[in-house]
């Protein structure tokens, strides 16, 4: 072989000098020969230093010829890896000047030991240590260093990084690794740059598929990066400058890599992206929404990981990416809200900048979002609750009230799931408990929503997490006694309404049960069907739960041994233990076929989680009853739990009396009934009160097996049934009647002393006495029916009811507390509240007592309270005794053999109390009627008088009737569905055959004396609407053809109750063309052929015979008709229509003359007439409920001079008003106080019972309007939002005064959202008054922050309240001065 050419030494002959012993080393010779020489040859070099001049000049031919191709091509790897180590030997020795000149040359030796650096791979290798050596040579020395000289070098430390990356591994020690970084830092710091092909072999190093592949390259690369990060970080910014910001991808292969790459080098060290990050925010501004996704991700690691301190080094960056919360691209809102977890937990410092953006998000529209909301805060709040804020978790419990059912369950379980790990297991102290102590409160009044899916998730998360089943019973009790002593009112409601709910399934599984045991018939299947329909009601999706049950049912009835396992669960008996050995048979029972999913299966658990009872048996009531022993004697830890003692153990009797309702054959133990007698004796009389319910709900074995707790109670009960509290008293003659034998015995000792102790001189005493007799009386009527009925002529009527022996308080005020009610009026309303027992006890009207009684409490409704008309009683207690009489009423008609005696009158006078002057009075009444219509106790007839709610002034008023309305019409709806019997009985439960009822009521009201006067019209048929809109709801079964032709039928008949009053008549008449003027209106399938012909209730109409009497005439005018139509206005520029004439197709515009007459009148009317009255309604709010009005009102002007009311004044329409004088319903034209002094609580003037009146022409605009003045170019730029303004009522200012009166426009919407005034100011302009309209029911709110003075400013009946008896110079209203500007009238108007 021949040698080329080598590089001649700079003296000498060339002949190459070998080490002493070293013989020539040729190709001749074999390969082992070479490598047995070339050891030697490493060893001299080994041993030579750089200060060897000599030896270094004698083997420089030797170090030439090396570095032959016979050498670096030599396929041998040990000659290589020989030859290798004596090239870096070389290095070594001669640096800094290496002995090869040739450029070529350099390059080929260099990437020839590049190459054997790969021997490194191998630890196990017996050349290992020769591969360090080498490794350790070149880095001591620095040799690659050589190679910046060369124009190509970056190839050579291109293939040297990527052979390092490639053979580092786990067995490497730390020498090698060291060696290596020496090597490649060396490279990168001591060199002008680095290339990008150099950088990608080390960033793709850094790339997740790579780093997976490789930790060990992964971890070099790291460490190369942190030591060079000065150096190589211009080089970083460059890369991502190209990609990010140029879009040069093609720069490099790992650009579709960038994301992962700049998370990983943040990671390593955050200087190494210190000129990226604004390319970031540039990034984060991308109109690409897959763009944005991207750079929210990594950025979202970036600021969340645990270390960062991106957020505070670069607040530009954070405050953009913040931004993104908001973004219009879901993914990235919804990588937003996924990053505040990690960020929340990582660092608790910035969830002040991220509440605000969650919060926005806690309302997006996007259901997920919504979700991932509720899981970040509450993922953070279960690792430390110090890391979610107050604001945060108000954002959970907000959710738990969404739209969606998978956001209202995370919110619900999350919160559960705090609950239970802070304030069960107290796992970071009282502190956090006491921070989310609203919790329980909040997840039971979800118990509240209509929605069984919700109600379902409130027991679930009640069994499992408030009071987990899963504990003994001990600790299970202490927790629920605890518990209930702490919840607030309407979570107490709640529990025992979720308590009561499973009794009731209970019950309906025991029913259906029972029907199984009966032999097979038609009715019984009927009557099974029914209680499988009534089942599913209360189960998740009705439609299948219907069909699982039917299932369910067939199962039972073909397997026996399935009945009796379900019998014992159901049973009274049943402890809590059996109960989940018995759930878990029946699952088992039903399981076979296994499916992976079995949704029959999994409704059978919803059901038999309802009924089981996990909690109460006899065992948990002992332990119950131990707490509350404790309790009493002091032992317990009440103060630790947070409860005062008084507190536990009232809370505690309460919880053990809801639980006798529903458990009562669990209380059934001497120690229970002996820790109940000792409550008995205490001095809290709501304890007592308990204790004797208890009794009376689970003593009925008491007589028969525990005479010694029998003989104890009897007395204890006497007692408390003469001298103890009228609750008292009233659960104690219940008791004794519900489990002695010898009731008539303890009645009659109780009854005799008390009849003959009666003295209406001393009211104080009498109250208790009373109610023990009233109940005595309805329980035992036969028993003591001649006494009672001497006590009740003799003393309840004549000498209690028809004296006034006190005087009452006259503070003007229409309601009081019960403190300050005066005893001799609490002594009368039990004593109206007797008479009413003892004729429910009766049953019977053979005496004709029934008949005197009414007359007697419509005297009463009639004297507004003040039976003898001496003027004693006080306003407030009026009210109580008003009250008294109309829920009497209303009693007794829930007993058929009175309520056929009821006359038309009486119930018009009943029904008129829901309009009573006194809001409490409205409030209770409304309450009463609409618990005992709901329960169908009373008759359909009675559903009519919510129609009068329509004229309430206080908006919530409104709300609340209409609510009753749809729950009663909603009831007696699904009763008709689920009773095929009902259908015999549609008269008196369809709700649609309350509309003549409604009619008659309307026809008779006090205030409708001027049928054909628009104003009164306009309140007759909101009455109207305020029924009708709820019924006609859906047409179901042509329902609105069947109202209509229900009222025509009423058109052809007389009013029963004055037949030959022709005016009467006409009003019956006029009231039902407003009715078929707003069915038409309102429905457009009304004039379809009724299904069936209506049947009109004969108490109030007289059908006539049809050859004999047609009535077909129309009683409403054109003009009237037009005037009644609601709705919305053709769109238009309505803020103009006062500089021009507002033109509606088909319509005509009206306007008002005032006289000066009419002026004066009605100025005369409003400041004096009514104030006689001095009456005043309750007010809207719970703040100003408070203040009533006083009897002698006094009204301050702007000059601060007080102007007594008249009190001699009186208008002419008093004289035309109904002949039934009744409180604070005057006729429209009388005087009426302004629905201000309702809000407010004093009177200015009299007001109308439950009425606003309409503003007197003259009065001052309310302070509450708000006033724009607008030009007429700004009217027409706002005139394409003006017209999405969905007005109900347009005032328009009269051409000869200034006068607003309205004109009702519309279509078929029936809503308004404002009321608008226009008037012009002295130059011209518009001035605005826009009125928050009450029709919507929601924007109280709204209204109470656009009017801080506590007033809204319109009111149903569309006038502005506040006006009457003010100032014509501009009275103080609500606390303002307003003053109308003069308006001047011009001509285009």
């Not at 009715?523 to 299932?551: E, R, Y």
């Not at 104080?764 to 109610?771: F, G």
């Not at 699904?974 to 055959?993: D, G």
């Amino acid at each position: 072989m021949e040698f080329p050419q080598q590089q001649k030494p700079a003296a000498g002959d060339g002949k190459i000098t070998y080490p002493p012993g070293v013989k020539e080393i040729t190709d001749k010779i074999s390969n082992d020969e070479v490598v047995k020489r070339l050891k030697m040859v490493v060893k001299t070099y080994m041993d030579m230093d750089q200060d060897s001049e000599e030896e270094k000049q004698q083997y420089l031919a030797l170090a030439l010829h090396l570095a032959s191709e016979f050498f670096l091509r030599n396929p041998n790897k040990d000659v290589r890896l020989l030859v290798a180590c004596c090239l870096a030997d070389i290095f070594r020795i001669y640096a800094p000047e290496a002995p090869y000149t040739s450029h070529d040359k350099l390059k080929d030796i260099f990437l020839f030991i590049t190459r054997q650096l790969k021997g490194l791979e191998d630890t196990k290798s017996p050349q290992f240590n020769r591969y360090f050596y080498l490794l350790e040579n070149l880095a001591w020395v620095k040799s690659y260093n050589i190679c910046f000289e060369l124009e190509d070098c970056n190839e050579i430390f291109i293939q040297l990084f990527k052979t390092l990356f490639s053979v580092i591994n786990n067995s490497h020690n730390q020498k090698v690794q060291m060696h290596m970084m020496d090597l490649m830092s060396s490279i990168i710091m001591e060199g002008d740059g680095v290339t990008q092909e150099l950088l990608d072999t080390i960033l793709i190093n850094l790339i997740p598929a790579h780093k997976n592949l490789n930790k060990q390259a992964y971890d070099l690369a790291k460490t190369l990066l942190k030591r060079t990060v000065q150096t190589i970080e211009t080089c970083i910014a460059n890369f991502f400058n190209q990609v990010l910001v140029m879009g040069k991808s093609s720069v490099s292969d790992l650009s579709e890599h960038v994301f992962d790459l700049i998370q990983e080098l943040f990671a390593i060290d955050p200087m190494l992206l210190t000129s990226v990050m604004p390319q970031l925010e540039f990034k984060l501004k991308s109109n690409d929404g897959e763009e944005r996704l991207a750079v929210v991700r990594l950025l979202a690691k970036l600021f969340g990981a645990k270390d960062s301190e991106l957020a505070s080094q670069n607040r530009p960056l954070w405050q953009c990416f913040l931004g993104r919360f908001n973004d219009i691209h879901v993914p990235v809102r919804l990588e937003c809200v996924k990053f505040a977890s990690h960020c929340l937990m990582n660092h608790p410092d910035l969830a002040r900048d991220l509440t605000e953006y969650l919060k926005v998000r806690s309302h997006d529209p996007e259901e997920a979002i919504r979700h991932d909301v509720i899981v970040t805060i509450i993922n953070a709040g279960k690792k430390d609750l110090n890391l979610v804020n107050d604001q945060l978790l108000g954002f959970v419990r907000e959710r738990t009230l969404d739209k969606r059912w998978r956001v209202r369950k995370e919110a619900m379980m999350g919160l559960a799931q705090l609950y239970k790990k802070y304030c069960l297991h107290h796992e970071a102290g009282k502190e956090s408990a006491q921070k989310i102590s609203w919790i329980k409160d909040k997840l039971l009044h979800i118990y509240y929503q209509n929605s069984i899916d919700d109600k379902l998730l409130v027991e679930k998360i009640f069994a499992q997490y408030m009071v987990p089943h899963s504990l003994d019973t001990e600790e299970k009790m202490k927790c629920l006694y605890y518990l209930y002593a702490c919840l607030d009112t309407n979570a107490v409601k709640a529990l025992n309404e979720m308590w009561k709910c499973q009794n009731m399934l209970r019950s309906l599984v025991k029913e259906l049960l029972d029907l199984h045991k009966l032999p097979v018939s038609e009715a019984n299947n009927t009557a099974m069907f029914g209680k499988l329909m009534s089942i599913a009601k209360n189960l998740p999706d009705a439609g299948k739960a219907q069909d699982f049950m039917k299932k369910f049912n067939q199962v039972l009835g073909e397997d026996e041994k399935l009945r009796v396992q379900l019998e014992m669960l159901i049973s009274p008996t049943c402890s809590c233990k059996q109960a989940e050995i018995c759930v878990r048979e029946i699952t088992r029972k039903l399981t076979f076929p296994k499916q992976p999913t079995n949704p029959f299966l999994e409704m059978v658990k919803f059901l038999l989680e309802r009924i089981a009872p996990v909690h109460i048996d006899s065992e948990a009531i002992s332990a119950l009853v131990k707490l509350l022993n404790k309790s009493i004697e002091g032992t317990a830890d009440d103060d630790e739990e947070g409860v005062t003692p008084d507190t536990a153990i009232r809370s505690g009797l309460e919880l053990l009396k809801v639980l006798s309702f529903t458990h009562p054959t669990a209380f059934h133990s001497a120690e229970t009934y002996e820790s109940l007698l000792q409550c008995l004796k205490m001095e809290d009389e709501k304890v007592a009160e308990a204790a004797i319910q208890i009794f009376r709900n689970t003593g009925q074995k008491i007589e028969t097996e525990l005479q010694q707790i029998r003989s104890t109670l009897i007395p204890i009960l006497h007692q408390k049934a003469k001298r103890g509290t009228p609750h008292q008293a009233k659960q104690a003659v219940h008791c004794i009647h519900a489990i002695f034998n010898n009731k008539e015995v303890q009645l009659a000792q109780i009854f005799e002393p008390l009849s003959r102790s009666l003295n209406a001189d001393v009211p104080e005493q009498l109250i208790t006495p009373l109610v023990s007799l009233g109940h005595i009386s309805m329980l035992a009527p036969d028993q003591f029916a001649s006494p009672m009925k001497s006590i009740v002529a003799n003393f309840i009527v004549k000498d209690l009811l028809m004296n006034d022996r006190s005087v009452g308080n006259k503070n003007g005020k229409l309601w009081t507390t019960d403190e300050e009610v005066s005893p001799e009026v609490l002594a009368k309303v039990q004593a109206i509240k007797l008479l009413v027992r003892w004729l429910l006890g009766m049953k019977n009207n053979q005496s004709k007592s029934a008949n005197s009684t009414l007359r007697l409490l419509s005297a009463m409704l009639v004297s507004e309270g003040d039976l003898t008309e001496q003027k004693k009683i006080s306003k407030s207690d009026m009210s109580r005794l008003r009250l008294a009489a109309g829920g009497a009423i209303m009693k007794l008609a829930q007993e058929p053999c009175y309520h056929d005696i009821i006359t038309p009158e009486q119930f018009q006078l009943c029904g008129l109390v829901i309009n009573d002057e006194c809001y409490q009075v409205r409030q209770i009444f409304a309450q009463k009627l609409h618990l005992a219509l709901v329960k169908l106790m009373l008759p359909l007839e009675y559903l009519a008088v919510f129609a009068l709610c329509a004229k309430d002034p206080v908006k919530e008023r409104r709300a609340h009737a209409r609510q009753c309305l749809l729950k009663n019409i909603s009831v007696r709806r699904e009763y008709i569905k689920q009773n095929p019997l009902a259908q015999e009985k549609l008269v008196s439960l369809l709700p649609e055959y309350v509309v003549p009822y409604m009619i008659h009521l309307l026809a008779h009201d006090p205030d409708f004396t001027k049928p054909h006067e628009y104003e009164q019209l306009k309140d007759i048929k909101e009455c109207l609407w305020f029924m009708l809109e709820v019924l006609m709801t859906k047409n179901e079964n042509n329902s609105h053809a069947f109202l209509r032709k229900m009222v025509e039928n009423i058109k052809q008949t007389k009013d029963a109750q004055c037949p030959e009053d022709a005016k009467a008549n006409e009003k019956l008449y006029i009231v039902c063309d407003v009715a078929l003027f707003v069915i038409a209106n309102k429905s457009t399938a009304c004039h379809l052929d009724s299904p069936k012909d209506p049947v009109l209730p004969s108490k109030f109409f007289i059908i006539q015979d049809k050859q004999d009497f047609k009535n077909d005439k129309e009683y409403l005018t054109t003009e009237m008709r037009q005037m009644l139509l609601t709705g919305k206005p053709k769109p238009a520029p309505v803020l103009g229509a006062v500089n021009k004439t507002l033109t509606v197709p088909g319509r005509r515009i009206f306007t008002k003359t005032t006289t000066a007459s009419d002026t004066a009148s009605n100025t005369s009317t409003n400041s004096s007439s009514a104030i006689n009255k001095n009456s005043n309604a309750a007010t809207e709010s719970s703040e100003s409920r408070a203040q009533e009005n006083n009897e002698n009102p006094v009204i301050k002007n702007d000059e601060g001079k007080k102007d007594e009311p008249s009190q001699n004044a009186t208008t002419d329409a008093e004289t035309e008003a109904s002949p039934v004088k009744r409180r604070g319903r005057q006729p429209k034209t009388a005087a009426a106080a302004p629905a201000a002094a309702e809000k407010e609580g004093t009177a200015g003037t009299a007001t109308g019972r439950g009425r606003k009146r309409a503003a007197d022409a003259n009065s001052n605009p309310s302070a509450d309007s708000i006033n724009i003045k607008m030009s007429k170019q700004q009217q027409q730029n706002d005139e394409g939002t003006k017209r999405q303004i969905d007005l109900q009522r347009w005032p328009f200012v009269s051409r000869e005064s200034v006068k607003v009166i309205e004109w009702e426009s519309g279509e078929e919407t029936g809503r308004a959202v404002g009321t608008f005034a226009l008037f012009l100011d002295s130059e011209g302009n518009t001035e605005l008054e826009l009125e928050s309209s009450p029709e919507a029911i929601n924007c109280g709110r709204e209204d109470k922050e656009r009017y801080p003075q506590g007033d809204t400013k319109s009111t149903r009946r569309g006038a502005p309240s506040g006006r009457q008896g003010e100032s014509n110079s501009g009275d103080k209203a609500g606390g303002l001065a307003v003053k109308r500007k003069p308006v001047k009238v011009k001509s285009r108007l």
